[in-house]
């Protein structure tokens, strides 16, 4: 049986590279990959359906996966993970709280964005911010008319502004016509250099982070990956592979990540962060499947519904493949 040629689009990520570079197969597949930034292949993927296997936003899968309008079936396979209390901005001239915020205008480039759930869920959760209670103004981070990936019934207490036409949100922060932004990315690079009264809402947002680890076991999921439906329809065990090969690479990266005889990541202080986080979060501690990462899940798919971006509130076993959820053991 010859094996499967099938497109991959995903990220330029350590936990990928075992697969771009051949190290690890994915069994049944001769892989066509391409290296591609997030808001590439999420347009991409959910405008035309142009890859066979890719990465996601979560959010956006979550969204169209509620509806049973989604083209592809992910896996649990957590390409991006991140705490996302750096993602939040704020003019410090105004805003010294994360309560501050109520009132006021923020700033975002999709409402939607998985990292805007995450950030909209611990301004509500730890401190009383709920979206009802904040104007969002909607425009590219860089480059005017980013427009919204999916259509969206929002509840009605929502309100969404759009940043005049040939602005974007970077602009608006600088001048002040707005109090916050909120992105995966952070505001233009010279803005906030030149700026001094733009910087992050939580002044230790590393700490914040870990404490809120603590409290709620949460380490949140940004970025699963997908297949198309009929292509895990026709071959009942690509999923399996999928998620097997994804999981054999991320061990790779690990297992390098650990070799410190010469660092292979240009930045100092790695042994040290690696035995932090694997001291506070365990061994596993970027762990794909779902029984490791079910509080995570649950935590997600409760405000991405709450926020009204899901259509009903799903179960963890309704997300993944369901040749996924369990796997052999030795």
């Given amino acids: 049986m010859s094996k499967l040629q099938l497109s991959v689009a995903m990220g330029d990520y350590d936990r990928t590279r075992a697969l771009f570079d051949g190290r690890v197969q994915i069994d049944g597949v001769d892989p066509v990959y391409m290296l591609l930034s997030p808001e590439e292949m999420f347009f991409r993927a959910m405008r035309s359906q142009d890859f066979d296997i890719t990465e996601l936003s979560f959010s956006s899968y979550l969204v169209k996966h509620s509806k049973g309008e989604c083209p592809y079936i992910a896996v649990p396979v957590f390409l991006s993970r991140a705490f996302r209390h750096t993602s939040?901005?704020?003019?410090?001239?105004?805003?010294?709280?994360?309560?501050?915020?109520?009132?006021?205008?923020?700033g975002l480039p999709e409402y939607q964005l998985t990292a805007n759930v995450w950030a909209r869920s611990i301004l509500q959760d730890d401190f009383g911010v709920a979206p009802?209670?904040?104007?969002?103004?909607?425009?590219?981070?860089?480059?005017?008319?980013?427009p919204e990936?999916?259509?969206?019934?929002?509840?009605?207490?929502?309100?969404?502004?759009?940043?005049?036409?040939?602005?974007?949100?970077?602009?608006?922060?600088?001048?002040?016509?707005?109090?916050g932004f909120i992105g995966p990315r952070p505001p233009?690079?010279?803005?906030?250099?030149?700026?001094?009264?733009?910087?992050?809402?939580?002044?230790?947002p590393t700490a914040v982070a870990k404490d809120y680890y603590r409290r709620t076991g949460?380490?949140?999921?940004?970025?699963?990956?997908?297949?198309?439906?009929?292509?895990?329809?026709?071959?009942?065990?690509?999923?399996?592979?999928?998620?097997?090969?994804?999981?054999?690479?991320?061990?790779?990266?690990?297992?390098l990540l650990s070799d410190t005889s010469a660092t292979k990541v240009t930045l100092p202080f790695v042994e040290e962060q690696l035995k932090a986080a694997r001291e506070s979060m365990g061994e596993d501690y970027w762990s794909y499947g779902v029984?490791?990462?079910?509080?995570?899940?649950?935590?997600?798919?409760?405000?991405?519904?709450?926020?009204?971006?899901?259509?009903?509130?799903m179960a963890v076993e309704e997300l993944f493949h369901p040749a996924t959820y369990e796997s052999y053991s030795i």
Avoid at 88 to 106: A, C
Avoid at 294 to 304: D, S
């Fill in 218 to 255: 949460v380490f949140p999921i940004m970025h699963v990956v997908g297949i198309r439906k009929e292509l895990a329809a026709a071959h009942p065990w690509l999923p399996g592979a999928v998620l097997k090969a994804f999981t054999q690479s991320k061990a790779a990266a690990l297992e």
């Fill in 149 to 179: 990936k999916i259509k969206l019934q929002l509840p009605p207490g929502v309100r969404i502004e759009e940043a005049p036409a040939g602005t974007t949100i970077s602009e608006l922060l600088d001048q002040g016509e707005i109090d």
């Fill in 132 to 146: 009802e209670d904040v104007t969002w103004v909607r425009g590219g981070i860089d480059t005017p008319g980013r």
């Fill in 291 to 313: 029984a490791a990462a079910r509080r995570t899940l649950e935590t997600f798919v409760r405000h991405h519904h709450a926020q009204g971006l899901s259509a009903r509130l």
């Fill in 188 to 204: 233009s690079a010279h803005i906030l250099r030149r700026n001094p009264n733009i910087g992050w809402l939580f002044d230790d």
């Fill in 88 to 106: 939040i901005y704020v003019r410090k001239d105004r805003i010294q709280r994360p309560e501050d915020l109520k009132g006021r205008r923020v």
